[in-house]
């Protein structure tokens, strides 16, 4: 008796709830930019889709990890979310491969849109030859922020090696402030050391260690001096540095109270958020090297396979509104990002922008970001191995070296 | 009817899951589930991932600490409720009240008083005490014991109710007697009443047992896990690699030896009670 009553009333909810009527050309963004810098430049996008007429439901998670596990849950539910922001990692090429991506080619086709990405951007949006992903940006991990401020009251000059850059580090912790501002999430820390790999070794030792993950690479000394680089950083820390959050430690350096900060240039997006010029009040330099390169990771959107119509039709005008120049241009202005498009008028864009622009234009400097390079879970465990060595002093270069060695050669 | 019913979703919903899992972790499954065998592999990988091994240990010094601490805490606070004490319901509702606030809340507060810069430790040296130091939360090898202290904290007062209300299940009788003979309280305690209250404390074990086991939120609150990896925890390790690190596979199998240890642990406590009935 009481079975049939649950029933009925089940029934009756599922009628209501397929009869709701499709109104308007809807997406449902799975997204994770919550600081204010990004949160503006998700505000772009979805004024920019509210214009062409969409209907917008925004589903923001706390970080990335959180936004990813929500969307893959959706999915495996049986809900899917209409755009996952994300960037091409092997999550991203694991969802393509299963099926579970809705792909652009007809309208990539029709805009051009392959004329107009760098080759390696363009190489990474596609998984066995289809367009499964959209570009918003493009970032750079190599960076090093500093306050001007704090730079001209001590008389330093911009740092061009590493020496040069503990040097001016030291002065600063001498006079009381912080002469590196740090992170304490393991996710900050490995940047710091993949940075470490990149200016030391150079981009063509980059893709031998961290793309084809070759034996002779793992061999060379660039590892221990990285690792010692690392090291040396961390004895920068200050007390309150362990578990604090990205955005926080560039606060640090946007108000004064720390020297420099290693950190991707989305950092530039919260110093523009807080009113501070490039070049004037804050600089700017990718980690000193010999030959530069450029540790590009794509902030993209993926749209997930959806019946529904309405949602469908939502997916489509959403890629449009993405792929506009002057949503673009936009989003690199208030996020730090370079633009996607290389036909983006990037005039505008602040000398640090400049800065990252011209070097993803040079040919072999730009490589891919370890985040998106490594398969699988190698990245979270050289993140574990990273967040370890960063606080267990007692744990030697060698050991380190070893253990990371082990971890890119275990698949 | 309704008994069978529930009982089937149950069985579906709670075993179906266990073996689903059990399948996923002898897979090579990453975001998306993959059905093709590969046998022990992933366990393998565990048991030789630095990461899980340091969240296993982590686990059984939490726990000891944690459920020895909170069951001596929780029992002190009950003796002395126990003696009629004035206010009793006002100070047993204080102690209680952590409990009404959940893991994050508590992992939140503790970490901002623990905060070397913001909390404790700032405060205290800015009374003038330049020298003291208390900064155990970033400190990797003592951020552990940090953990304790908040879980204490939380679930103190839900032992001292139950150990309580065991107390006050005691026979008066059995009180007469003690003070006839002149016993000294704690040793009325002690030897007395305390060994009648068996069933009373292996479920309070038992109860403290499912936290350690659980024991994420606290960790995500606190310390995510950090500095480095020192805090780590076996949920945490499964969640992590459930969803930001994809590797189903690899986090099933976490989940299926989580399982295994919690009933290791439990053996003994399932041993002595069926000892006992039969």
């Known amino acids: 008796m009481k079975f049939r009553h649950l029933l009925s009333t089940m029934t009756i909810l599922g009628t209501f709830a397929a009869s709701s009527p499709a109104l308007a050309q809807t997406v449902d963004v799975q997204h994770y930019w919550t600081s204010s810098s990004e949160s503006k430049a998700m505000n772009t996008i979805a004024d920019s889709f509210k214009q062409r007429g969409g209907k917008w439901i925004d589903s923001p998670s706390a970080d990335f990890d959180a936004a990813l596990a929500a969307a893959t849950s959706r999915i495996a539910g049986g809900q899917p979310p209409s755009a996952i922001l994300m960037t091409p990692s092997s999550a991203l090429r694991d969802l393509a491969s299963s099926g579970q991506l809705r792909d652009f080619d007809d309208l990539a086709a029709k805009g051009g849109w392959q004329k107009v990405m760098a080759p390696i951007v363009w190489d990474k949006l596609n998984v066995d030859g289809h367009l499964v992903a959209l570009p918003v940006g493009v970032h750079a991990q190599n960076w090093v922020w500093y306050s001007k401020p704090v730079l001209e009251k001590l008389k330093i000059s911009e740092p061009k090696t590493f020496d040069e850059l503990f040097a001016a580090a030291d002065k600063i912790k001498a006079s009381g402030g912080i002469g590196i501002a740090t992170g304490g999430e393991p996710w900050q820390q490995v940047g710091i050391l993949y940075s470490a790999f990149l200016a030391l070794g150079g981009p063509e030792y980059w893709n031998e260690l961290i793309v084809k993950r070759s034996p002779e690479a793992l061999k060379s000394p660039v590892l221990t001096q990285a690792f010692d680089i690392f090291r040396k950083v961390s004895t920068y820390a200050d007390p309150a540095s362990p578990g604090r959050s990205w955005n926080d430690t560039t606060n640090l350096v946007v108000t004064d109270k720390a020297g420099f900060q290693f950190m991707g240039d989305w950092a530039r997006g919260e110093f523009l958020a807080a009113g501070k010029v490039a070049g004037k009040d804050f600089g700017c330099l990718l980690t000193p090297a010999e030959k530069p390169g450029y540790a590009i990771l794509i902030d993209v959107f993926a749209f997930p396979v959806n019946t529904d119509d309405d949602r469908i039709k939502g997916q489509t005008l959403l890629a449009d509104s993405i792929m506009e120049p002057a949503v673009q241009e936009k989003i690199a202005e208030v996020k730090g990002s370079v633009p996607s498009r290389t036909d983006v008028d990037t005039s505008k864009l602040d000398t640090c922008a400049q800065i990252g622009s011209k070097t993803l234009a040079t040919p072999g400097a730009a490589v891919q970001a370890a985040y998106d390079a490594l398969a699988g879970d190698l990245n979270g465990q050289v993140t574990d191995l990273a967040g370890q060595f960063w606080t267990d002093k007692s744990m030697t270069t060698q050991a380190a070296v070893e253990s990371f060695s082990n971890i890119l050669q275990s698949e | ?278």
């Open chain 2, 1 to 278: 009817m309704t008994v069978v019913f529930f009982f089937g979703i149950v069985a579906v919903f709670f075993y179906g899951s266990i073996l689903w899992t059990g399948y996923m972790s002898l897979t090579r499954s990453t975001l998306m589930p993959n059905y093709n065998f590969v046998g022990f592999d992933q366990y393998i990988k565990l048991f030789t991932n630095h990461r899980w091994l340091v969240s296993c240990l982590n686990m059984v010094i939490f726990g000891v600490l944690y459920i020895v601490g909170t069951l001596a805490f929780g029992t002190l606070l009950a003796v002395f409720a126990d003696r009629r004490i004035r206010a009793e319901s006002l100070f047993r509702t204080i102690f209680l009240y952590p409990l009404a606030v959940s893991l994050i809340v508590t992992g939140l507060s503790w970490r901002w008083v623990l905060d070397p810069v913001n909390g404790l430790q700032g405060l205290v040296r800015g009374m003038g005490w330049e020298n003291f130091t208390f900064d155990w939360l970033t400190d990797p090898n003592r951020a552990i014991y940090t953990l304790v202290i908040a879980g204490i904290w939380h679930s103190a007062g839900l032992i001292m109710v139950i150990i309580l209300a065991g107390l006050r299940g005691v026979d008066e009788d059995l009180w007469k007697a003690i003070r006839m003979e002149g016993i000294p309280l704690w040793r009325a305690y002690l030897q007395v009443i305390f060994p009648g209250m068996r069933p009373v404390v292996a479920s309070c074990v038992v109860l403290l047992m499912s936290d350690v086991i659980r024991g994420y939120d606290l960790v995500i609150a606190m310390t995510k896990g950090g500095p480095g990896i020192a805090t780590e925890m076996p949920a945490k390790f499964a969640v992590d690699y459930y969803f930001a690190r994809v590797n189903l596979g690899l986090a099933s199998a976490a989940s299926i030896a989580m399982l295994v240890l919690s009933l290791l642990l439990l053996a003994p406590y399932f041993y002595s009670e069926f000892r006992r009935r039969t």
